[in-house]
């Protein structure tokens, strides 16, 4: 699997790649145990940080499904903002360096 920018950006940790994959689905909710699968992180790992993260209100609860709880990202928090924009705008320089390196090879 490769990785994103925003994680090649600020280290392949679990929590980054939690937050990664949240940004990349910011429109969806997902369980905690659906959040770990697809982040690649263990659910006792998880759980170590998700807290800080209810906590801060970078994730906020969304719904249940039986008993399960769902959760997304919380974008109206100004720092989700920030990390948003921030994933937006590495993005975009990765574009720009991927092309300057296609247009010298040519």
Do not use: C
């Amino acid at each position: 699997m490769e990785k994103s920018v925003f994680v090649e950006f600020f280290g392949d940790y679990p929590l980054i790649r939690v937050l990664d994959f949240l940004i990349e689905n910011e429109g969806f909710d997902y369980t905690k145990k659906e959040i770990a699968k697809h982040a690649n992180v263990s659910w006792n790992t998880l759980e170590t940080f998700w807290d800080k993260l209810v906590k801060a209100k970078i994730v906020i609860p969304t719904r249940k499904i039986g008993k399960s709880q769902l959760y997304k990202l919380n974008t109206e928090n100004p720092v989700v903002q920030k990390l948003i924009e921030l994933d937006k705008k590495l993005t975009l320089l990765a574009l720009e360096e991927a092309e300057e390196k296609a247009v010298v090879k040519v």
